[in-house]
């Protein structure tokens, strides 16, 4: 890959027919930038913190957030933005080396699943690469499902139906994070959340983000760390009936109706309890903290997430 990043110019990708494009916001007053990572968290960032857009194309993401006169120019940004085809390619609006503002509003949790406990210095504009994919979100949008639709479930136990991410978009993901992980090699997979996952619910505890629910993460962190064992804790716990086996093979009483698709008080309090158990934030929101911790949970008892959690979605 080429090293020479100029203006608006590209970077072409010798293996794959894609090119990174620059569309880089300015550091200036005025602008959803700020200069360099916090000196507290040793003037780098922590992790990296995935979204979807809600759009069809890139280039409607670009003239909302890229550039100098960005549509929500002061509002809001992203290091990248990740089309859907290799004819799009992907954007850069920040570099790695400054800060975009694509995470913070009622965050709750820390890069890593810890309470954010009202530290500021923590919300993820201050301490994750955001990277934005172009995409129509879920179902419950306005947009009716599709056959191939992924089957997901939020943080507060809602169904729901996620388009996928093309086959395209997957490998320029990875691509996105192979550059962020030579700049930053010190980011572990386990570096790396959804939106979703730090900001679940608003001040009022309703549900607030759910992208990226249903990101391919396994096969998109395999491919960013190829030498590394990246276990696939999201697959097996994607959906309502899913995360209720789960917890019926630790062994929690969901009652009589056990995994019936219905996330109500029983399953709550069974997450909760587990939360305590593991030391994980005790907000009853299932998020890829929890799955990480459940499926360890599973391996450790000697069981199988897949086949524990099989059966109808």
């Given at each position: 890959?080429?090293?020479?990043?100029?203006?608006t110019?590209?970077?072409h990708?010798?293996s794959?027919?894609?090119?990174?494009?620059?569309?880089?916001?300015p550091?200036?007053?005025?602008?959803?930038v700020?200069?360099?990572?916090?000196s507290?968290?040793?003037?780098k960032?922590?992790?990296?913190t995935?979204?979807w857009?809600?759009?069809r194309?890139l280039s409607?993401?670009?003239?909302?957030?890229g550039?100098a006169?960005?549509?929500?120019?002061?509002?809001?940004?992203?290091?990248?933005?990740?089309?859907?085809?290799f004819?799009e390619?992907?954007?850069?609006?920040?570099t790695?080396?400054?800060r975009?503002?694509?995470?913070g509003?009622?965050q709750?949790l820390?890069w890593?699943?810890?309470?954010?406990?009202?530290?500021?210095?923590?919300?993820g504009t201050?301490?994750?690469?955001?990277?934005?994919?172009?995409?129509?979100?879920?179902?419950?949008d306005?947009?009716a499902?599709?056959?191939?639709?992924?089957?997901?479930?939020?943080?507060l136990?809602?169904?729901?139906?996620?388009?996928?991410?093309?086959?395209?978009?997957?490998a320029m993901?990875?691509?996105?994070g192979r550059?962020?992980?030579?700049r930053?090699p010190?980011?572990?997979?386990?570096?790396?959340?959804g939106?979703?996952?730090?900001?679940p619910?608003?001040?009022q505890g309703?549900?607030y983000?759910?992208?990226v629910?249903g990101?391919?993460?396994a096969?998109v962190?395999r491919g960013?760390?190829?030498d590394?064992?990246?276990?696939?804790v999201?697959?097996?716990?994607?959906?309502v009936r899913?995360?209720?086996r789960?917890?019926?093979?630790?062994?929690?009483n969901?009652?009589?109706s056990?995994a019936?698709g219905d996330w109500?008080?029983?399953s709550?309090t069974?997450?909760?309890?587990?939360?305590?158990?593991?030391?994980?934030a005790?907000?009853?929101l299932?998020?890829?903290f929890?799955?990480r911790?459940?499926?360890?949970?599973?391996?450790q008892?000697?069981?199988d997430?897949?086949?524990?959690t099989a059966g109808p979605?």
């Amino acid at each position: 890959m080429s090293d020479t990043i100029a203006g608006t110019g590209s970077v072409h990708v010798a293996s794959l027919p894609f090119q990174f494009r620059n569309f880089l916001i300015p550091v200036a007053d005025g602008q959803a930038v700020s200069r360099g990572w916090l000196s507290r968290h040793g003037n780098k960032p922590l992790g990296v913190t995935w979204h979807w857009a809600v759009t069809r194309r890139l280039s409607v993401l670009r003239a909302v957030i890229g550039g100098a006169n960005a549509e929500r120019k002061g509002e809001a940004s992203a290091h990248y933005g990740v089309g859907r085809t290799f004819d799009e390619g992907v954007d850069r609006y920040v570099t790695l080396e400054n800060r975009s503002w694509h995470a913070g509003v009622n965050q709750s949790l820390r890069w890593n699943g810890k309470p954010l406990a009202g530290d500021a210095d923590f919300k993820g504009t201050r301490t994750t690469i955001g990277i934005e994919t172009s995409h129509i979100g879920a179902a419950i949008d306005g947009v009716a499902a599709e056959a191939d639709w992924i089957h997901t479930a939020t943080p507060l136990g809602k169904p729901l139906r996620v388009q996928p991410w093309t086959t395209e978009q997957i490998a320029m993901c990875i691509e996105v994070g192979r550059e962020i992980v030579r700049r930053w090699p010190h980011i572990r997979p386990e570096d790396h959340h959804g939106h979703h996952d730090i900001c679940p619910v608003d001040a009022q505890g309703r549900a607030y983000k759910i992208d990226v629910c249903g990101f391919p993460f396994a096969k998109v962190l395999r491919g960013i760390y190829p030498d590394a064992v990246v276990p696939d804790v999201w697959t097996p716990l994607e959906t309502v009936r899913q995360r209720q086996r789960a917890l019926i093979a630790l062994n929690f009483n969901l009652g009589a109706s056990g995994a019936d698709g219905d996330w109500g008080s029983k399953s709550r309090t069974a997450l909760l309890l587990f939360q305590r158990q593991q030391n994980l934030a005790q907000n009853g929101l299932w998020s890829t903290f929890v799955s990480r911790a459940v499926y360890r949970e599973l391996k450790q008892a000697g069981r199988d997430p897949v086949a524990v959690t099989a059966g109808p979605l």
